[in-house]
């Protein structure tokens, strides 16, 4: 795939996440992020880029890159009742839990995660894998911040802490996790 028809691609999918409205808002600017001048976030799983603020734009859309390890889940399998994930992948390979059924996804996949629906993602194969998610409405993309503050705070970092700070901020954004739906090909690659 070119790197034009992967823009192809994207550009209708943020055109449509921030709502279509037709009128620029004034207190919306234009944004150009250069490589490695984005805001990182170092997420257990996967070593997070901020590429657009949610505040940045009223809320209505927040665009954030994933780095997901080898061998190494990047989401649990949970349900958003407030926000659509809507991820691309953009080098490597990515496995997608698509409420029960696992979905091989190589560089060039689309999935809309719209809420309501269970879904989880995880990098089985031996190279790093990169994503690029949109979430709608943005104001979500805080979570990352938020567990990450707390994990530091805590100096907490072995998996029963990391797992119980993800279900508490997840909680309070609406987001039910489903620890046991975890598929059984998917259980090697979660943090202990």
């Keep these: 795939m070119t790197q034009r028809s992967g823009f192809a691609v994207l550009l209708p999918v943020i055109i449509i996440l921030t709502g279509c409205k037709g009128a620029s808002r004034a207190d919306s600017k234009p944004r150009i992020v250069l490589p490695g001048t984005a805001r ?3 997420f257990p799983g996967s070593f997070t880029t901020v590429l657009l603020e949610g505040h940045a734009t009223q809320g209505d859309v927040a665009v954030v890159e994933f780095l997901v390890a ?4 990047g989401a649990p ?6 926000e659509d994930e809507y991820f691309y992948v953009l080098e ?3 496995r997608f839990l698509d409420e029960g059924k696992t979905v091989v996804a190589p560089a ?4 809309a995660m719209t809420r309501g629906h269970l879904h989880a993602f995880w990098n089985a194969s031996d190279r790093p894998a990169r994503l690029l998610m949109a ?3 943005g104001e979500f993309a805080t979570f990352f911040d938020e567990v990450v503050a707390e994990l530091r705070a805590s100096k907490s970092l072995n998996s029963a802490a990391i797992g119980q700070t993800m279900a508490r901020f997840a909680q309070k954004h609406n987001i039910v996790m489903y620890p046991d739906r975890v598929p059984e090909e998917a ?6």
């Design 40 to 42: 990182t976030i170092d």
């Design 70 to 73: 080898p061998r190494s889940f």
């Design 77 to 82: 399998p949970h349900v958003h009742h407030d």
């Design 92 to 94: 490597g390979e990515i």
């Design 108 to 111: 060039g996949t689309f999935a």
């Design 135 to 137: 979430v709608a409405p």
């Design 187 to 192: 259980k090697p690659f979660l943090p202990r």
